[in-house]
């Protein structure tokens, strides 16, 4: 179970965080798993003279994962898995009955205190994993950590024979360890310069120069350094009915937008699931340890959406930008209904929500659309500054009726200069032009799939997509 943890992390990267990649590793554990069972099963072996050198290989099994999940290997994502995970299952498959048989000898009691045993492993491997390990060592040395005790204990365990034989074994398995371990490399080692920090949640690895510098979260790329982000804060703070004085920002990612909104000198707060993701502030914005130690700033490690569920804080504004792909699992939960009953009584009255949605399907718009505009008498659509992605600015007031050089007349002066930091226009008027001559109604992204449902927490239209792709 150990293992499965770091399984996840490491072909995440490859097979990305929806659904149907979780599906395909799990799905993949249990065939092998019970192509293991059934083979002890189908022979019931009874000797144990083999038993050390299957130990042995057991452990070795663990590490192909290190060559399934090299980049520079072009195997297809689903072939990856099954390299990395078909052995060692298929393996864990035979031997797991075989130990409890021999254990319980037919007595139910022994039985029980097998199958015991091994809850206590299937517990304490994942904490050991998500808490320990993958924190403190990385993904590869996990992995190792895991193999080296099977590998150990098949050694001690080998049948006694000839010197020769029973010196070559040892000389084997750590030719074997170094064969997996030190050739093989990490998506990571394709960003240089990199930073890499760890922790519970994820790894996270910043990478890249200047304009093309990269936040990757378990290997997925998160967000860029695009005015886009910029635009997710200044646009609900300059269409604000009152001068803000605060703004929550769910999903710090790269922290553009967090930054944008500290521009306003109004205090911050910034909610964030993985740890190390806020520690990467100065990798993307050499000013981001000094706004970090403002007075004004405010960072939380937690859920989103639970922080709206706890917290009895207000805001004038709240910013979404949940992270990519839009299919991603569990995603959901940051365009719900439910999310919004969460998000309403956070807002100050007069108060804007803005939604960020990347490019979707039509029916994915339409649902994200319909879940708003059940949830805010008030909504307003906006296509990005880039042509692509959506903002949503949704309130339980009227939002005012503002033209480009109204909203960049309320912006304080160092708002404006963040703005156009990027460009691509060189005022801050012509950059708001550029979004409001882009507005369309609600309505027109509802009628791509007027018969869908709104997106709730039942209904993940986002997540589940795999047939409406095969239509």
């Known amino acids: 179970m150990g293992v499965e943890v770091v399984w996840v992390r490491l072909f995440t990267a490859f097979l990305g965080t929806v659904v149907y990649a979780f599906a395909a590793i799990l799905g993949t554990y249990l065939t092998a798993t019970f192509i293991g069972s059934k083979a002890y099963r189908d022979r019931k072996v009874q000797t144990g003279s083999w ?35 078909m052995p060692f299952s298929a393996g864990a498959g ?6 409890l048989d021999r254990i319980s000898r037919g007595d139910p009691a022994r039985a029980g205190r097998g199958y015991a045993i091994n809850v206590v492993g299937c517990v304490a491997g994942p904490l050991l994993a998500g808490f320990i390990l993958l924190p403190l060592v990385g993904e590869r040395w996990s992995l190792l950590v895991f193999a080296l005790p099977w590998i150990a204990a098949g050694l001690v365990l080998r049948p006694s024979g000839r010197k020769f034989a029973r010196a070559w074994q040892p000389c084997a398995a750590a030719a074997m360890v170094l064969a997996c371990v030190l050739p093989t490399r990490g998506y990571e080692t394709a960003y240089s310069p990199r930073r890499i920090l760890r922790d519970y949640t994820a790894t996270v690895v910043a990478g890249g120069r200047g304009d093309e510098r990269q936040l990757l979260v378990n290997g997925v790329g998160i967000t860029s350094l695009t005015p886009i982000t910029k635009m997710m804060a200044h646009m609900p703070l300059a269409f604000l009915p009152r001068v803000p004085k605060d703004a929550l920002v769910i999903c710090f990612g790269m922290g553009t937008t967090y930054r944008s909104a500290m521009s306003w000198g109004i205090h911050s707060t910034a909610v964030e699931l993985a740890p190390s993701v806020p520690r990467m502030f100065s990798f993307f914005h050499a000013d981001g340890d000094r706004l970090l130690k403002s007075p004004l700033s405010r960072i939380v490690i937690d859920d989103g959406r639970f922080f709206l569920e706890r917290t009895r804080d207000q805001y004038d504004v709240i910013v979404i930008d949940p992270p990519p792909p839009v299919e991603a699992a569990a995603s959901s939960l940051l365009y719900s209904k439910e999310f919004y009953a969460a998000a309403k009584p956070r807002l100050r009255a007069g108060g804007i929500l803005a939604q960020w949605l990347p490019n979707a399907d039509g029916t994915v718009q339409a649902s994200v659309a319909k879940a708003l505009k059940q949830s805010f008498p008030y909504v307003r659509v906006f296509h990005s500054i880039e042509q692509w992605g959506w903002h949503f600015l949704a309130s339980e007031s009227p939002i005012p009726q ?12 160092a708002a404006a200069a963040d703005l156009i930091e990027w460009g691509p226009e060189d005022t801050p008027a012509e950059q708001f032009a550029v979004v409001l001559g882009q507005e369309i109604q609600l309505d027109d992204l509802i009628r791509q799939n007027p018969g869908i449902p709104a997106l709730s927490d039942d209904r993940p239209i986002n997540e589940y997509y795999l047939m409406r792709d095969w239509r």
Do not use: K, Y
Not at 63 to 84: N, W
Not at 94 to 99: A, G, N, R, S, V
């Open 94 to 99: 035979f031997l797991t009955p075989m130990w």
């Open 402 to 413: 503002r033209t480009a050089a109204d909203l960049a007349a309320r912006l304080p002066a």
């Open 51 to 85: 038993t050390g050198a299957h130990l042995t290989l057991l452990g070795l099994s663990m590490l192909l994962l290190l060559v399934a999940c090299d980049p520079r290997i072009p195997f297809f994502p689903l072939l990856r898995v099954a390299i990395g995970v």
